[in-house]
């Protein structure tokens, strides 16, 4: 099955720093989703971009689906941004379950 | 409902015993998964609903994982003769028709601990 890989694995920050996210798929997608998962377990989503650039906010994602990978900036990052961030993808053909990366723990101190 | 719900948050039970896991999707949602996450990793997939019907449970573990989804809304995800490494965070989401380039919602998920 397709293999998502997320780095780095572990970030820690000072508040108002940016920071980039990256996530690598091994194979064509038809769907790509940003995650953020808060202290309390649930999953937010963040972006749905199997493709292009969005913004909203601090937040921007690009996805370069012809080389296989996205990022996530975050910037002028405050507390409430830790938590881990999870890059899921529906492989090319696959079904339609999402595939998560292992995900990037992120801290951010005041 | 405004978001995906789950019933209970919480679940703590002996090795052994059968529990089941509620789950109540965005309404009009037609599609329905289930996923698990265990500690420190990302969820993986168990088992998706189109309307009544599992068309995907290749993600189940084994036969004591079982879910149904009557009347194509509420699905409940039910575990026989639990085992200590059942333990994990239940995680169930929908979306609109199960198209592939559909966003997936979370719900908050039931943290299930077998003793």
């Known amino acids: 099955g397709i293999q998502v890989e997320q780095s780095p694995p572990d970030l820690i920050l000072q508040e108002g720093a940016n920071s980039t996210l990256r996530c690598n798929f091994s194979?064509?997608?038809?769907?790509l989703q940003w995650f953020h998962q808060n202290p309390w377990g649930q999953l937010i989503n963040l972006f749905y971009?199997?493709?292009g650039t969005k913004q909203n906010g601090r937040l921007s994602a690009t996805t370069v689906a012809t080389e296989r990978y996205s990022l996530l900036y975050i910037s002028s990052s405050q507390t409430t941004d830790s938590g881990v961030y999870f890059c899921?993808?529906?492989?090319?053909?696959?079904?339609?379950?999402?595939?998560f990366g292992g995900g990037t723990r992120l801290m951010v101190k005041p | 409902g405004a978001g995906v719900s789950q019933t209970p948050s919480n679940k703590v039970t002996e090795k052994g015993k059968y529990v089941e896991l509620r789950c109540d999707p965005i309404?009009?949602?037609?599609?329905l998964y289930w996923y698990r996450q265990s500690l420190g990793q990302g969820p993986e997939f168990l088992i998706y609903?189109?309307?009544?019907?599992?068309?995907?449970d290749s993600g189940l573990p084994n036969d004591r994982f079982f879910a149904v989804r009557p009347e194509g809304s509420v699905s409940t995800l039910k575990i026989q003769r639990t085992e200590r490494g059942d333990s994990a965070v239940y995680l169930c989401?929908?979306?609109?028709?199960?198209?592939?380039?559909?966003?997936?919602?979370f719900g908050p998920g039931t943290r299930l601990l077998v003793l």
């Open positions: 989401a929908s979306s609109l028709t199960g198209g592939l380039r559909e966003t997936q919602y």
């Open positions: 194979d064509s997608v038809n769907n």
């Open positions: 971009i199997p493709s």
């Open positions: 899921a993808v529906i492989a090319g053909n696959a079904g339609n379950m999402l595939t």
């Open positions: 309404s009009g949602h037609t599609a």
């Open positions: 609903f189109q309307g009544t019907g599992a068309a995907d």
